[in-house]
């Protein structure tokens, strides 16, 4: 079974930086794509990012291209988000989640419990 | 970007009632829509992929039908653990993009 934990999450100034880790286990996690998605408090869901298994290809939403970047090492079994220039709206629960069937094309099945950053002077 | 529309907002039901809750997007997802269930303070679980496939564990009272603009899931008798806010995602074009939600509560 497969489970994914985050962690990096705290309070942060604006325009300061923030590094989330999720640490994957239960099957090899170069073997599957994953996600980075938040959810503002009170808010809905909010995709922000995708990497795939071999780190060849990579998505972000508007929202935080340029500012945030992905990154995974699969020795480590880890995926990054490296969130700069932090903003107020970036304050969140931020999510880890991998993609079902090992594609894009059918959601996400795990998902972590998340951290929460907070973007405030 | 592709928008998707939740309606209803809110849905007032009881207990052993049938739920419907649509999601229209903005332009043609063919059938790479999946469907979530949130309860407050948990992470959201993957209930429907690719419009009408039920994920692991998902019980057989969980149906999605729908392809290209329109989606609807259907819970065909509300159970007390079903109460919760359903969110709609398109998985076909970058950026994925997911509905407002729709939240099922009590009557």
């Known amino acids: ?19 989330l880790s999720c640490a994957a286990s239960g099957i090899p996690f170069s073997t599957f794509s994953i996600n980075w998605v938040r959810q503002a408090p009170g808010k809905g869901l909010e995709w922000i990012s995708y990497i795939s298994g071999s780190s060849g290809t990579i998505h972000y939403a508007e929202s935080v291209r ?21 903003r107020a709206e970036d304050t969140a629960i ?3 989640a991998r993609n079902s069937l090992g594609t894009y094309y059918y959601g996400m ?6 951290t929460t950053v907070t973007v405030s002077s | ?29 063919s059938s ?9 303070g948990q992470a959201p679980r993957l209930l429907i992929y690719d419009a009408s496939n039920r994920a692991t564990g998902i019980p057989a009272r969980f149906s999605g039908s729908g392809s290209g603009t ?8 509300l159970e007390p653990e079903d109460f919760a806010v359903y969110y709609c995602q398109q ?8 509905g407002p939600g729709t939240k099922v509560d009590i009557k």
């Not at chain 1, 079974?1 to 590094?19: D, I, K, N």
């Not at chain 1, 099945?109 to 998340?114: E, H, L, T």
Request: aromatic share 10%; proline share 5%; with cysteine.
């Open chain 1, 66 to 86: 340029g500012r945030f970047t992905i990154s995974r090492d699969n020795a480590k079994n880890s995926l990054y988000l490296q969130m700069n220039s932090l």
């Open chain 2, 1 to 29: 970007d592709i928008v998707l529309t939740q309606s209803p907002a809110t849905l007032s039901l009881s207990p052993g009632e049938r739920a419907t809750l649509s999601c229209r997007a903005s332009q043609s997802v």
């Open chain 2, 91 to 98: 998985c076909s074009n970058w950026p994925q993009t997911f």
């Open chain 2, 32 to 40: 790479y829509l999946a469907w979530y269930q949130q309860k407050p």
């Open chain 2, 70 to 77: 329109d989606f609807t899931l259907t819970i065909s008798s």
């Open chain 1, 1 to 19: 079974e497969v489970q994914l934990v985050e962690s990096g999450g705290g309070l942060v100034q604006p325009g300061g930086s923030l590094r």
């Open chain 1, 94 to 96: 931020y999510y880890c």
């Open chain 1, 109 to 114: 099945d795990v998902w972590g419990q998340g």
